[in-house]
Nanobody, 124 residues
Framework: QVQLEESGGGSVQAGGSLRLSCAGS????????MAWFRQAPGKEREGVAG???????AYAESVKGRFTISRDNAKDTLYLEMNYLKPEDTAIYSC??????????????????WGQGTQVTVSS
């Protein structure tokens, strides 16, 4: 079965960095579109970054220039490098997957497999 497991979350001061990982198993990782989403208390789920099966990234404007999404298909792992973190980045971050290309990389409805999430807390 398809499984996605996030790791790397934690607490950091504003301006700091974290690197999230999402380990995939039970599917052909290299053929899937992948993405990171986040959800803060009282707010809707927000698409943060996506990367298609060709390695082409897409970013939300709020994180562009600060976050980098990447994938290592040899390790079946998706990454999100987060730099210059802000308190408004505080959220539960989840990874998502879809078998093939997606039309809208940052829309949650495009993805049918989800991890359970990892907490990121940025303090001021």
């Amino acid at each position: 079965q398809v499984q996605l497991e996030e790791s790397g979350g934690g607490s950091v001061q504003a301006g700091g960095s974290l690197r999230l990982s999402c380990a995939g198993s039970g599917f052909t990782f290299s053929t899937y579109s992948m993405a990171w989403f986040r959800q803060a208390p009282g707010k809707e789920r927000e698409g943060v970054a996506g990367i298609d099966e060709r390695g082409t990234p897409a970013y939300a404007e709020s994180v562009k220039g600060r976050f980098t999404i990447s994938r290592d298909n040899a390790k079946d792992t998706l990454y999100l490098e987060m730099n210059y973190l802000k308190p408004e980045d505080t959220a539960i971050y989840s990874c998502a997957a879809y078998p093939g290309p997606v039309a809208h990389a940052l829309r949650s409805y495009e993805y049918n497999y989800w991890g359970q999430g990892t907490q990121v807390t940025v303090s001021s």
